[in-house]
């Protein structure tokens, strides 16, 4: 419930501070006086878009405060906890919006900044606001099923929320089935391009590093001659037939050294060094002398590296890659593709089962769905022309159509709200049926309605804070009073707050407050406050005739007052 609302710089309203209690409270004042910014603070509060134009004309910025009730506990109340609002101990939480004429707009909630968002969600959760756009959103076909929809309740939100899911399970087999049938020609001569690749890469059978290894054997075997004559040099000298070699030498030295080691044993170790040096020697004797018989083993050796080189070269360039470790990363990428397409037409008629599975999933949700909502729709229609009875259109008949058509992400169902304003009537689209004056009191009925269909639903829930902006507009008379009489019957369970130019609405109010402007000839000011006794009574007359001072005016005030207070 919201408890009070202040604001400041606010449109022609410098300061105004006003109390709202359960029931019903009417906010009446003289066209241009500011009723609107009554609205506006309050839509600020509620989490509505900011726009410095509405900031009084000399001030830095416009302020809007207000203290409401919140949950103690559920998901309204777990966000507000996550955000770091502080609630007051008896569950009230002051929430306050700033917006400056030329800065940023700032909003604090429980002593803490918070998003515009968190605002919303709290109106979302605890505010239904409506305005005079509603009644042209209810010529809107989605309009119109998302009113059915809330009006559904659980039973209906639960098959929307499997209609959901099977609409995105159907969507998403359809969709994979589609990129696989159009791409199908693209997608298999891709694969066959891939598939002799392969086969080329597999009859040539690279090696990793091969490209590399065979470009240094190439550099060795084109340079055989002095490789051969530096390879037998080197072994000759290291091992060769000549008396004086490097193994001779070492052998030498190591046995003469051996014979003084018999003497002094600390010479052993360097006998041991020098037997080091003759066994690698002659390591390295022996694998020099296998060198240049694998040399002399095959002089076409250099051919076949030419020709091995040229093949590698042919398939790198048909690739598209620079060298055989390319090859290899091809091979390893384009082998999974291959193998798949192997099973394309397993996989295509897999896809095909899948997408029709998931469609008569969808079928199956859909109807589901239709059904709810065709139930919804009846007890909608049902309740509705109960609530016109009240208003004074007791021969009314309202229906709520919900007819197939093809799947969408909302459901299969188009839903059409149709109106019989008097007996004989056809049943036409309600927006073509109903008057200015009709509307109003058909988004009255339904906002009742639906109201009433979340008092079932929540039986221990708190009432909601209704606020309406002229929902009496083009209405009079006799039905004024009606749309009255239902509004102070609302606010026995709800709290209700009405923007309203009637009299017959004004007099049913619990609170009736005023919104009065004044102008020094330089700037216009409108105070806002409460009135009571002889000042309602002079409001009440204003509204009825324009002139406060009119006697018989006053006479008609005191009647309605009387009348509505016996009602209340």
């Given at each position: 419930?919201?408890?009070?609302?202040t604001?400041?710089?606010?449109?022609?309203i410098?300061?105004?501070?006003?109390e709202?209690g359960?029931g019903?409270?009417?906010?009446t004042?003289?066209?241009?006086?500011?009723?609107?910014?009554?609205l506006t603070?309050?839509?600020l509060?509620l989490?509505?878009?900011?726009v410095?134009?509405?900031?009084r004309?000399g001030?830095?910025?416009?302020?809007?405060?207000?203290?409401?009730d919140?949950?103690?506990?559920?998901?309204?109340?777990?966000r507000?906890a996550?955000?770091g609002?502080?609630?007051?101990?008896?569950?009230?939480?002051?929430?306050?919006?700033?917006?400056?004429?030329?800065?940023r707009s700032?909003?604090?909630?429980?002593?803490?900044t918070?998003?515009?968002?968190?605002?919303?969600?709290v109106?979302?959760?605890?505010?239904?606001?409506?305005?005079?756009s509603?009644?042209?959103?209810l010529?809107s076909?989605?309009?119109?099923r998302?009113?059915?929809?809330?009006?559904?309740g659980?039973?209906?939100?639960?098959?929307?929320?499997?209609y959901?899911?099977?609409?995105?399970?159907?969507?998403?087999?359809a969709?994979?089935l589609?990129?696989?049938q159009?791409g199908?020609d693209?997608?298999r001569a891709?694969?066959?391009?891939?598939r002799?690749?392969l086969?080329?890469?597999?009859?040539?059978?690279p090696?990793q590093?091969?490209?590399q290894?065979?470009v240094?054997?190439?550099?060795?075997?084109?340079?055989?001659?002095a490789?051969?004559t530096?390879?037998a040099?080197?072994?000759?000298?290291?091992?060769g037939?000549?008396?004086?070699t490097v193994?001779?030498?070492?052998e030498a030295?190591?046995?003469?050294?051996?014979?003084?080691?018999?003497?002094?044993?600390t010479?052993?170790?360097?006998?041991?060094?020098?037997?080091?040096?003759?066994?690698?020697?002659?390591?390295v004797?022996?694998?020099l002398?296998?060198?240049?018989?694998?040399l002399?083993?095959?002089?076409?050796?250099?051919?076949?590296?030419?020709?091995?080189?040229?093949?590698?070269?042919?398939?790198?360039?048909r690739?598209?890659?620079p060298d055989?470790?390319a090859v290899?990363?091809?091979a390893?990428?384009?082998?999974?593709?291959?193998?798949?397409d192997?099973?394309?037409?397993?996989?295509?008629?897999q896809?095909r089962a899948?997408?029709?599975?998931?469609r008569?999933?969808?079928d199956?949700a859909?109807?589901?769905?239709?059904?709810?909502?065709?139930a919804?729709?009846?007890?909608?229609?049902?309740?509705?022309?109960?609530e016109?009875?009240r208003?004074?259109?007791?021969?009314?008949?309202?229906a709520v159509?919900?007819?197939?058509?093809e799947?969408?992400?909302h459901g299969?169902?188009?839903?059409?709200?149709?109106?019989?304003?008097?007996?004989g009537?056809?049943?036409?689209p309600?927006?073509?049926?109903?008057?200015?004056g009709?509307?109003?009191?058909?988004?009255l009925a339904?906002?009742?309605?639906l109201?009433?269909?979340?008092?079932?639903?929540?039986?221990?829930?708190?009432?909601r804070?209704f606020?309406?902006?002229?929902?009496?507009?083009?209405v009079?008379?006799k039905?004024a009073?009606?749309?009255?009489?239902?509004?102070?019957?609302?606010?026995?369970?709800?709290?209700?707050?009405?923007?309203?130019h009637?009299?017959?609405?004004?007099?049913?109010?619990?609170?009736?407050?005023v919104?009065a402007?004044?102008?020094?000839?330089?700037?216009?000011?409108?105070?806002?406050?409460?009135v009571?006794?002889?000042d309602?009574?002079?409001?009440?007359?204003?509204l009825?005739?324009g002139?406060?001072?009119?006697?018989t005016?006053?006479?008609?005030?005191?009647?309605?007052?009387e009348?509505?207070?016996?009602a209340r």
């Amino acid at each position: 419930m919201l408890h009070e609302l202040t604001i400041s710089d606010l449109g022609v309203i410098e300061s105004a501070r006003l109390e709202f209690g359960p029931g019903l409270t009417c906010v009446t004042g003289e066209t241009g006086a500011g009723k609107t910014m009554v609205l506006t603070g309050l839509g600020l509060i509620l989490g509505a878009k900011t726009v410095p134009a509405t900031v009084r004309t000399g001030a830095e910025a416009a302020v809007a405060e207000a203290v409401i009730d919140v949950p103690a506990e559920g998901p309204l109340a777990e966000r507000l906890a996550d955000a770091g609002v502080a609630v007051e101990d008896d569950g009230s939480v002051v929430v306050a919006r700033t917006v400056g004429a030329t800065t940023r707009s700032r909003s604090v909630m429980g002593a803490r900044t918070v998003p515009q968002s968190l605002l919303a969600e709290v109106a979302a959760e605890l505010v239904t606001v409506h305005g005079q756009s509603d009644q042209v959103r209810l010529r809107s076909a989605a309009r119109q099923r998302d009113t059915l929809d809330a009006y559904g309740g659980s039973h209906v939100t639960a098959a929307r929320r499997e209609y959901l899911r099977a609409w995105e399970a159907w969507t998403d087999a359809a969709e994979a089935l589609r990129r696989m049938q159009e791409g199908a020609d693209a997608e298999r001569a891709e694969v066959a391009r891939l598939r002799d690749d392969l086969a080329a890469i597999d009859e040539l059978a690279p090696q990793q590093g091969e490209d590399q290894a065979l470009v240094a054997e190439a550099q060795v075997l084109e340079n055989a001659e002095a490789v051969r004559t530096g390879t037998a040099a080197a072994h000759a000298a290291i091992a060769g037939e000549e008396e004086v070699t490097v193994v001779a030498v070492l052998e030498a030295a190591r046995r003469a050294l051996a014979d003084a080691a018999r003497h002094d044993a600390t010479l052993a170790t360097l006998e041991e060094r020098l037997a080091d040096f003759s066994y690698g020697a002659t390591d390295v004797a022996s694998e020099l002398a296998s060198y240049l018989d694998r040399l002399d083993a095959d002089p076409g050796r250099l051919d076949e590296i030419h020709q091995r080189r040229s093949d590698l070269a042919t398939l790198m360039r048909r690739i598209g890659v620079p060298d055989v470790d390319a090859v290899l990363e091809y091979a390893e990428t384009a082998r999974p593709r291959v193998a798949q397409d192997d099973a394309w037409d397993e996989t295509l008629e897999q896809r095909r089962a899948e997408e029709s599975r998931t469609r008569d999933s969808l079928d199956t949700a859909a109807q589901a769905l239709h059904e709810a909502r065709g139930a919804a729709g009846d007890r909608l229609a049902a309740a509705v022309r109960e609530e016109l009875s009240r208003l004074a259109m007791p021969d009314a008949d309202l229906a709520v159509q919900v007819e197939r058509t093809e799947p969408a992400a909302h459901g299969a169902d188009v839903v059409t709200m149709t109106l019989a304003s008097h007996p004989g009537a056809p049943h036409r689209p309600v927006a073509e049926a109903a008057s200015g004056g009709e509307l109003s009191r058909i988004m009255l009925a339904i906002e009742v309605s639906l109201a009433g269909a979340d008092a079932d639903h929540e039986s221990e829930s708190p009432g909601r804070t209704f606020i309406f902006d002229e929902v009496d507009a083009g209405v009079g008379g006799k039905a004024a009073v009606a749309v009255g009489n239902r509004l102070a019957e609302l606010a026995r369970t709800h709290q209700v707050i009405v923007v309203t130019h009637l009299a017959q609405v004004a007099a049913f109010a619990h609170t009736h407050v005023v919104v009065a402007k004044s102008t020094d000839g330089a700037v216009t000011r409108a105070q806002v406050g409460p009135v009571d006794g002889e000042d309602r009574v002079q409001e009440v007359a204003r509204l009825l005739s324009g002139q406060e001072d009119s006697t018989t005016a006053r006479a008609h005030a005191l009647e309605l007052l009387e009348g509505s207070a016996v009602a209340r």
